[in-house]
């Protein structure tokens, strides 16, 4: 458990790196009439194509929240903003040589659907290594108000990019913000386990979706839930 003041940057690192898991998102948007220009979709065949993006977010969120509970967030952490910086990156290398194809755009878009996977459950979890029990539920209201602010700013921050750096640099320029985050999963000590005695091997995955169900009859009992 990290001390108070050191505990609060951490929070509001990982925070941060929610917020630019989102604007990253709002940034697709902002580049979708580029790709909608360059392959020449209509309205319909641009949302078939980025709806490509939950091919993976949806079906592994379950599986990535088990395996965030037995693995280093950290290096859950790294594989996740990895993928991140590769899908930013070969879109604006797609961009600059204008060779962009329907299929480069499913398979970038279903990584992105995944990396977001991998990294959204080891954010919440990570928060109980880093504040104590009474302060968790403030750590998570952050991260969440992180979320919405990173849906709201996205587009404009991505719109300010494009604008500036032009399609294939405000896109790729994107990996950059990443690397604070894997400067910090290289440094600091806490994985997300502290509580649960370090990581375990994963078992049987149905364990896990037994426990999630169990956790929704518990929540259901909450009213304020």
């Not at 290289?186 to 049987?204: M, Q, S, V």
Request: glycine letters at 10%.
């Amino acid at each position: 458990m990290a001390d108070s003041r050191h505990a609060a940057r951490l929070v509001m690192l990982v925070s941060t790196a929610v917020f630019i898991n989102y604007v990253d998102r709002g940034n697709l948007s902002t580049a979708a009439t580029l790709v909608q220009e360059q392959l020449s979709l209509n309205e319909a065949q641009l949302g078939i194509l980025f709806s490509a993006f939950y091919y993976g977010y949806v079906p592994l969120m379950p599986l990535m929240g088990v395996i965030a509970e037995r693995y280093d967030c950290r290096r859950i952490f790294m594989v996740s903003m990895a993928m991140f910086m590769a899908v930013s990156v070969t879109w604006g290398y797609l961009f600059g040589t204008d060779t962009i194809e329907v299929w480069h755009a499913v398979v970038l878009l279903t990584v992105h659907g995944l990396a977001g996977a991998i990294f959204s459950p080891a954010s919440q979890l990570i928060l109980h290594d880093l504040v104590k029990a009474d302060r968790l539920a403030s750590a998570v209201r952050l991260t969440a108000t992180s979320r919405q602010l990173g849906i709201l700013m996205g587009p404009a921050i991505g719109g300010f990019l494009l604008v500036a750096l032009g399609p294939a640099w405000g896109i790729a320029a994107n990996a950059v913000f990443y690397l604070p985050v894997i400067a910090w999963s290289l440094k600091e000590p806490y994985t997300g386990h502290a509580d649960i005695g370090g990581p375990r091997k994963i078992g049987n995955v149905g364990w896990g979706i037994g426990m999630a169900i169990d956790t929704l009859r518990e929540a259901s009992a909450n009213r304020t839930i």
